[in-house]
């Protein structure tokens, strides 16, 4: 079984910056086999990317996705308010699909 | 539009089951895939299983085998999941989730969610 460790677990920014996640993997994926959600309080995750870089729909081009074999990182530019959530990672090549902890976005 | 409406929240004494449903339209109901997966409290989300409904076949984590059963109706375009045995760590919002067409070679990650099921196991 994939384990992903997501580091840090919480991150204390404001609107404007510019923020990278990271997602490391227990063992090399093969395959881009990684997606990441958002997820706010009382919702269920939101797909932003899949396939390591690929934006789902709707998801604007401030989020960007990148990584390969055990280390990935998701790249959000210019933080909005509604930016500030929690940021899951999963690894979606084969079962189980496994999910991160969870790195929280917090405003400062 | 896909959309998957589940059923209400459970409060259940451990030891007991619980049925969770997720009603999906939008599309042929063949062409879904549905999994299900829980999340505890301040906890993140965790893979439980699904269904491939052209096919009805499910598979299921490691973690919840014997324990967790999915099943769909075709009927009423409604998938289940069952779990047996609760304990008082089955706390969590359960949802089901759409897997999207191209999972054969593309893997499964999910594109639409239902709001989430509170299960509440406690004596």
């Known amino acids: 079984e994939v384990v992903l460790t997501q580091s840090p677990g919480t991150l204390s920014l404001s609107p404007g910056d510019t923020v990278t996640l990271s997602c490391r993997a227990s063992?090399?994926?093969?395959?881009?086999?990684l997606a990441w959600y958002q997820q706010k309080p009382g919702q269920a995750p939101r797909l932003l990317i899949y396939g390591v870089s690929s934006r789902a729909t709707d998801i604007p081009d401030k989020f960007s996705g990148s990584g390969s074999g055990t280390d990935f990182t998701l790249t959000i530019s210019r933080l909005d308010p509604e930016d500030f959530a929690v940021y899951y990672c999963q690894h979606h090549g084969a079962s189980p699909y496994s999910f991160g902890q969870g790195t929280k976005l917090e405003i400062k | 539009q896909i959309q998957l409406v589940q059923s209400g929240a459970e409060v259940k004494k451990p030891g007991s089951s619980v049925r969770v449903s997720c009603e999906a339209s939008g599309d042929t109901f063949s062409n879904f895939v549905i999994s299900w997966v829980r999340q505890a409290p301040r906890q993140g989300p965790e893979w439980m299983g699904a269904i491939i409904a052209m096919f009805g076949t499910s598979i299921y984590a490691q973690n919840f085998k014997g324990r967790v059963t999915i099943t769909a109706d075709k009927s009423t375009s409604t998938v289940y999941m069952d779990l047996s045995s609760l304990k008082s760590d089955d706390t969590a919002v359960y949802y089901c989730?759409?897997?999207?067409?191209?999972?054969?070679?593309?893997?499964?990650?999910?594109?639409?969610w239902g709001r989430g099921t509170l299960v509440t196991v406690s004596s």
């Open positions: 063992q090399t994926l093969s395959g881009d086999f």
């Open positions: 989730a759409r897997v999207p067409p191209g999972w054969r070679t593309g893997g499964w990650y999910f594109d639409f």
